[in-house]
């Protein structure tokens, strides 16, 4: 992975995310073109417009060049100008959301493809809530059955809005799973991974539950990879 993979708890474009994200810009190699990808959000397809419409006044408030690239559903994912829409940008900036519609709208697709080309080319990926989960080996799914994920940090599971997780629920889910490591990740909270080198940005924390470790990382805290 060549460029910059951010996991964000969520709360995207909400006040208290700019300290978050005028630190991602930072990280941008030269002027940031960011492209919103409301997917996660598609199974209401007038409410993922919007949304993806929301982000991208909150990044041109920053300074950002945006667009809100509309892949919504298959047909849209599978749309090869949507696509080269989004390799024209070097932020990829996914939305909270599904993530079982997410991953069966994503798999195998060119929008996929041009995310995946984004970051090989020392690009941004920066991906909140329910889209953050698809970086994981599994994504977290109910207490009972964990969901698909692309498996982009092998051996991981994301966990999104970490401080709203019952204590019951995360144990069940660490019993069913106890060859992963759980990565809490709380809300307008973020974790950069660069060169798998990662730091913890925000305002909440980081929680990482594996076989060995129980640890919890603030802002500014470098986070060992389980």
Do not use: C
Not at 141 to 160: D, E, H, M, Q, W
């Amino acid at each position: 992975m060549n460029g910059i993979l951010i996991l964000i708890g969520g709360g995207e474009f909400e006040p208290e995310m700019k300290y978050v994200d005028r630190i991602l810009l930072d990280k941008v190699i030269g002027p940031p073109r960011i492209a919103i990808l409301p997917i996660a959000a598609g199974t209401d397809p007038v409410r993922a417009l919007a949304l993806a419409e929301t982000g991208a006044a909150y990044f041109r408030a920053l300074g950002a060049e945006v667009d809100a690239v509309p892949v919504i559903d298959r047909d849209s994912a599978m749309d090869e100008g949507l696509a080269a829409r989004i390799e024209a940008a070097n932020v990829i900036y996914m939305t909270d959301g599904d993530a079982a519609y997410l991953y069966d709208t994503l798999q195998f697709s060119n929008a996929w493809t041009a995310i995946g080309n984004v970051i090989e080319l020392n690009g941004v990926v920066a991906a909140s809530g329910a889209s953050a989960t698809m970086f994981g080996e599994r994504s977290p799914g109910s207490a009972l059955r964990s969901g698909p994920a692309f498996n982009i940090l092998p051996g991981s599971v994301i966990v999104p809005n970490y401080e709203t997780m019952s204590s019951l629920g995360m144990r069940v889910r660490r019993f069913r799973g106890r060859r992963f490591a759980y990565l809490g990740i709380d809300r307008h909270t973020a974790l950069f991974n660069q060169n798998f080198q990662f730091t913890v940005v925000g305002e909440g924390s980081v929680t990482v539950w594996s076989k060995t470790r129980h640890e919890v990382r603030d802002d500014g805290d470098p986070l060992v990879w389980p």
